[in-house]
Each structure stands twice: as C-alpha cells, then as structure tokens.
C-alpha cells in the first residue's frame, strides 16, 4: 500500500507516516495530513492472475501455490542441473568400463553414481516441486514441495509490516536477463525490508505481492492495527521527524495533539 500526499501527490514513505494516529507528514512540501487505510492506494501493477498459479483463500488464510514460473530453459540451474546429470552419468559409465577392464576399485565410478543422482534429483525438485505461499494473520511462508528440499521453509512475522512491495533483483538489473527476475518483499514501519521470496518472473512477482498486500490491509482495516504500534508509536516518529529537519518540530508536536 501506499500513502499520497494529497497537496502534492507525492507518496509519503513509511518512515514519515504514524500508523497509530493515522497522520503522515509530506518530505516533499511538509504537508501534515490524516489518511484513512482504506483510501490507501496498493502500489502494486494490474495482472491477470498466471494460469498456473492456484489459489485457496479462506478467512484470514490465503494459500498459494505455482510450478516453475519461467521457462525451464531459461532457468540457469535447470540448465546446469541437466548438463552436470549428463557429465556425471558419462563419467560414471566410462570410470566403470575402465574399472571393469582392469580390475580397479568401484569406488570413483560410485562417486561419480551418487553425484549423478544427486543432479537428477536437483531437477526433479525444479520440475516436480511446487513453491507454496501461506499467509495467515501472523506470518508468511514460503515453502517448496512434495519432494523434501534441503532448503527450510522461509517465514516472516507481520509483526511492523506495513505493506508487500516487489521489484526487479539488481543481479537481473546486472545481467540484463532475457526474463528479468523480481523479488517480492515486506516492508517494515521502520522503512526496512523482508524479503518474502525472490526469482519470479514480473507477472507472478506484482500477482503475488498485490494479493499477499491485499490480504494484509484486510487484516489491518478489521482486526489488528495494534501490532504496529511498537514499530512507530508517537514517541518514535516525533523522534524521527525531528532528526530529519529542525522546521518540522511545530509538526512533530502537531502529530500528538
């Protein structure tokens, strides 16, 4: 979500705006002004929804789950996966004629087996397994499955989170992708960042993070505004005004009034 000033139409950011009072101050033109999180426009572009993501939304709980979501061969780690499965599988063929024909040890051949299923396996996980997004009034996850992944689940709290944003990766900005790649984060009262998941494609990456955002100003408009509060209460953002400029200290003080 995002706030805009409305004498300037400039978006105020997070760090200028007191969830708690339901006041920001403009960095712009240093307008003082009350917001309604409802009129909040989300910063998040129109997509239609990608026809391999599914989607369970029940209550407070939204479940999303999607293939790959960009062409395996455009993804560098399919590509690499096949190619070394390949080496390996060759090696271990010829490591094991060789071993045969002169009575050497198994044991470099058996290497050679057990890396070659491990890349196998690798692209199994690619191709088989899903990414699942959950998210519930506390917390986001982002796992990977059916197949077990040497990878953890991915959580973050929603505790201070005051909107879902994405963005291309600078690694994909870089490298100039052919499929550019974008990163998919929450962003804290404070200004920080969480980052939820990265490498989707722009579809997925603005589908996901205009649904999770979406969901999580439901859950701020109906249920729990306090979780905030210790991110930015008055005292903080008076603090924080004042650091930024000495002529906004009248305006600092107007928040509490």
């Known amino acids: 979500m995002q706030v ?5 139409g400039e978006q105020v950011p997070a760090e200028n705006i007191n969830i708690q009072q339901m006041v920001a101050v403009c960095p712009t033109c240093n307008a003082v ?3 309604d999180l409802s009129q909040i426009k989300a910063d998040h572009r129109k997509v239609k929804r990608p026809h391999q993501l599914t989607i369970h939304n029940e209550g407070d709980y939204l479940h999303m789950a999607f293939f790959t979501n960009f062409r395996l061969d455009k993804s560098e780690s399919f590509i690499r996966s096949i190619a070394l499965s390949i080496a390996f599988a060759f090696s271990t063929f010829a490591t094991g004629m060789t071993a045969m024909e002169d009575n050497l040890s198994m044991a470099i051949p058996a290497l050679f087996a057990v890396l070659t299923l491990s890349m196998v396996y690798a692209v199994a996980l690619i191709v088989y397994n899903k990414t699942h997004i959950e998210m519930d009034d506390d917390v986001i996850r982002v796992s990977r499955r059916p ?3 040497l990878s953890q ?3 973050v709290s929603l505790f201070g989170v005051v909107a879902i944003r994405c963005a291309e990766t600078k690694i994909s ?3 100039d992708y052919d499929t550019p790649r974008y990163r998919v984060w929450a962003e804290m009262a404070d200004g ?3 980052t939820i998941i990265t490498d989707l494609t722009e ?5 996901v993070a205009r649904l999770l955002d979406e969901q999580l100003n439901d859950g701020l408009t109906s249920v729990d505004l306090s979780r905030l509060a210790d991110e930015q209460n008055a005292n903080q953002y008076v603090e924080h005004v004042e650091q930024k400029s000495a ?3 009248d305006m600092s003080v107007l928040l509490h009034t």
Do not use: G, I, T
């Open 247 to 249: 002529n906004r200290q």
């Open 203 to 207: 579809d997925y990456a603005y589908y």
């Open 153 to 155: 689940a991915h959580e």
């Open 173 to 175: 900005k870089k490298n």
């Open 147 to 149: 197949l077990p992944d």
């Open 192 to 194: 920080s960042k969480k």
């Open 33 to 35: 002004f009350k917001f």
């Open 4 to 8: 805009v000033c409305p004498e300037c």
